[in-house]
């Protein structure tokens, strides 16, 4: 009895040409995806209200920069022009570099200024000569701090800020990267993998192979007959 096997591959799995001997449709039994779960970094932020403590303002630029523009005045003209020259150096020096060292856009330099002239005028009393001018400048520099603390005075009540906080989180999820498909062909069942999900039928081709025993039938048949001649 004659026999054959049937060899079945999908068609369009596999690019390219594929010596079959014809295709056919095959009904499609079931399909089921196939998971994998992965892993995607994520950044969530949120916004936080904290309190905090008020900061003690520091004298440090203030006396720096009002010895700097004491010094940079004193070089202008001379007697009580050199003097007020030097008090304004000092008081301006003061202002400026109490704002660069304590940053505060705030504050208003009002009684900086007016603290100043007035520390200038009331140093200026004090002295004769360099003694003077020192005196003047020691005074434009003091009265600077003393009438910006004075006109913006420091609150010992902590304040509220709103702060935002970041952190990575690794977020997971399961994504589809193929699907088992069993099909049945001339009353068989087959499964295999497919990248997509088919529909009703998917597309086979088959390959007829003749059966082992078959060819060996056939032979015993070709040597009795030559046995007999």
């Given at each position: 009895?004659?026999?054959?096997?049937?060899?079945?591959?999908?068609?369009?799995?596999?690019?390219?040409?594929?010596?079959?001997?014809?295709?056919?449709?095959?009904?499609?039994?079931?399909?089921?995806?196939?998971?994998?779960?992965?892993?995607?970094?994520?950044?969530?932020?949120?916004?936080?209200?904290?309190?905090v403590?008020?900061?003690?303002?520091?004298?440090?630029?203030?006396?720096?920069?009002?010895?700097?523009?004491?010094?940079?005045?004193?070089?202008?003209?001379?007697?009580?022009?050199n003097?007020?020259a030097?008090?304004?150096?000092?008081?301006?020096?003061?202002?400026?570099?109490?704002?660069?060292?304590?940053?505060?856009?705030?504050?208003?330099?009002?009684?900086?200024?007016?603290?100043?002239?007035?520390?200038?005028l009331?140093?200026?009393?004090?002295?004769?000569?360099?003694?003077?001018?020192a005196?003047?400048?020691?005074?434009?520099?003091?009265?600077?701090?003393?009438?910006?603390?004075?006109?913006?005075?420091?609150?010992?009540?902590?304040?509220?800020?709103?702060?935002?906080?970041?952190?990575?989180?690794?977020?997971?999820?399961?994504?589809i990267?193929g699907?088992?498909?069993?099909?049945?062909?001339?009353?068989?069942?087959?499964?295999?993998?497919?990248?997509?999900?088919?529909?009703?039928?998917?597309?086979?081709?088959?390959?007829?192979?003749?059966?082992?025993?078959?060819?060996?039938?056939?032979?015993?048949?070709?040597?009795?007959?030559?046995?007999?001649?």
């Open positions: 009895m004659k026999k054959s096997l049937l060899v079945l591959s999908l068609v369009g799995l596999y690019g390219g040409a594929y010596a079959a001997d014809y295709s056919d449709t095959a009904r499609v039994i079931s399909s089921t995806p196939i998971y994998e779960r992965i892993s995607e970094p994520k950044r969530e932020c949120w916004t936080e209200t904290v309190q403590q008020p900061k003690e303002r520091s004298m440090t630029g203030a006396i720096v920069g009002g010895v700097a523009g004491g010094l940079l005045g004193s070089q202008v003209g001379g007697g009580s022009g003097t007020a030097t008090g304004a150096g000092a008081v301006a020096g003061a202002v400026v570099g109490d704002r660069v060292d304590n940053q505060d856009s705030n504050r208003s330099a009002t009684g900086s200024i007016i603290g100043g002239v007035a520390g200038a009331l140093g200026s009393q004090v002295g004769g000569g360099s003694g003077n001018k005196a003047t400048a020691v005074g434009g520099i003091a009265g600077a701090v003393i009438g910006d603390r004075v006109a913006n005075p420091t609150s010992n009540q902590p304040r509220t800020e709103q702060v935002q906080r970041c952190r990575e989180v690794q977020n997971s999820r399961e994504v990267k699907y088992t498909v069993k099909y049945r062909y001339d009353g068989r069942d087959y499964t295999t993998t497919l990248p997509y999900k088919p529909g009703s039928t998917i597309r086979v081709r088959v390959n007829v192979m003749e059966d082992e025993g078959d060819r060996n039938d056939r032979r015993e048949e070709r040597d009795y007959r030559y046995d007999n001649r």
